[in-house]
């Protein structure tokens, strides 16, 4: 792992992202279809089965209050000359329980493990920018949603890499008269199968597209308006209200911003901009989960944030954070947050996490010395 002192400002990740564009750019895109090994194939030799307790777990405790984690640092622990990975972009959970990381190494663009971290498939070669990762049920099926920026395209998949669409950056030609300007980050899909696109990338604007893959509108833009963007890392489907609203990671704005599915800012929260201790300018959020069935579902309104500069934040309801995982203990004062301090070893550049039904949490990160996904259990409150 990288240590503190080497994290990168933000205009370090910004052209380091760009740079990394232009180096896949280079690389051959040509490489078709998915090679799935059997999900009863031989655990890879130097890998390890962390579902013993014992010196297998790293063990350091992160976070406050209620959502305190001990860290399972090699819980998706691979052999990397089998299953090697460059980023670890993307991760969530399919309909048959197992956790789906999505890397940029077009060897294995997916792995697959149980909750246990017990190896069950690699797959998928296409995507050698891949980055943003989604799974959405239809009509009983896993579709998997994966954003390239690279390619510059949204593709839907079945669950065994078979292509189902692919939005590609010709529907979007009218919008950029240079399409090198446009680099999908991810997407996020709609209960009514609408969605919307982030060029987090290139030119920050959140595009709208209706079910049948026709585009809508498009907003957000370069800038530092309330409605402009700074790199729209990601964006989200919000239903905790029980109406959908479309949640952008405003990662260089360091700010969420909740808008209705017309492109109308509803609000906004500032995650700080304060400088802290490394030198960081604010946490620099990346990526949503939202915690699904914890708790006989009290706390299903909270969220978890991955934020690049190693913390996760823990939103609840109201939108305060209540948790720093990987960093010192929020602290609000006259209803403004303030600097948040990272104070952990386990995290490096969290890119994405998803909180599963018992609150555990499981983290890919991205150029952090190419590290498997990550568990961290969530402590009971006498834990």
């Known amino acids: 792992m990288i240590s503190n002192q080497y994290r990168l400002s933000r205009r370090f990740l910004l052209s380091r992202a760009a740079s990394m564009l232009t180096a896949l750019a280079s690389a051959s895109a040509s490489v078709m279809g998915a090679e799935v090994i059997a999900a009863d194939a031989r655990k890879p030799s130097g890998s390890q089965d962390n579902s013993k307790s014992g010196h297998e777990f790293d ?27 460059r980023d670890c972009h993307g991760i969530t959970e399919d309909r048959a329980g197992r956790v789906v990381t999505l890397t940029n190494h077009i060897q294995n663009n997916l792995i697959a493990y149980s909750k246990a971290g017990v190896f069950h498939a690699a797959w998928e070669n296409r995507f050698p920018g891949a980055h943003g990762f ?5 009509h009983g099926e896993d579709r998997y949603w994966i954003t390239d920026h690279d390619r510059q395209v949204v593709s839907m998949c079945t669950s065994d890499g078979r292509e189902l669409r692919r939005l590609d950056s010709e529907v979007l030609k009218s919008k950029y008269p240079d399409m090198t300007k446009y680099q999908p980050t991810n997407t996020a899909i709609m209960p009514d199968g609408d969605f919307f696109v982030s060029d987090g990338y290139g030119s920050s604007f959140v595009h709208h597209f209706d079910p049948e893959w026709r585009y809508i509108s498009s907003f957000g833009g370069e800038g530092d308006g309330p409605t402009n963007f700074d790199c729209p890392h990601a964006v989200w489907i919000d239903t905790r209200s029980g109406k959908p609203l479309v949640l952008v990671c405003d990662r260089g704005h360091n700010m969420l911003k909740w ?9 906004i929260v500032k995650l700080t901009d304060a400088v802290d201790s490394d030198g960081q300018s604010g946490p620099l959020p990346a990526n949503v989960a939202q915690f699904g069935g914890y708790r006989g579902g009290r706390l299903n309104d909270h969220l978890a944030i991955a934020c690049l500069n190693g ?3 823990i939103l609840d309801g109201a939108d305060h954070v209540v948790s720093v995982v990987g960093g010192k203990p929020p602290a609000y004062v006259d209803g403004n947050l303030l600097g948040l301090e990272v104070f952990n070893y ?14 555990a949490l499981y983290v890919a990160q991205w150029w952090s010395n190419q590290t498997y996904p990550i568990k961290l259990e969530l402590l009971s409150q006498s834990g």
Not at 347 to 359: E, M, R, T, W
């Open 134 to 138: 989604e799974i959405t049920d239809q």
């Open 346 to 359: 386990t995290l490096n550049h969290p890119h994405d996490v998803y909180a599963d039904a018992s609150g």
């Open 311 to 313: 913390m996760i934040l």
């Open 59 to 85: 063990g350091e405790i992160l976070g406050q209050g209620a959502f305190r984690y001990r860290a399972h640092r090699h819980w998706g622990l691979l052999d990397p000359d089998h299953y090697p990975v």
């Open 259 to 267: 808008f209705s599915p017309d492109g109308e800012l509803l609000r």
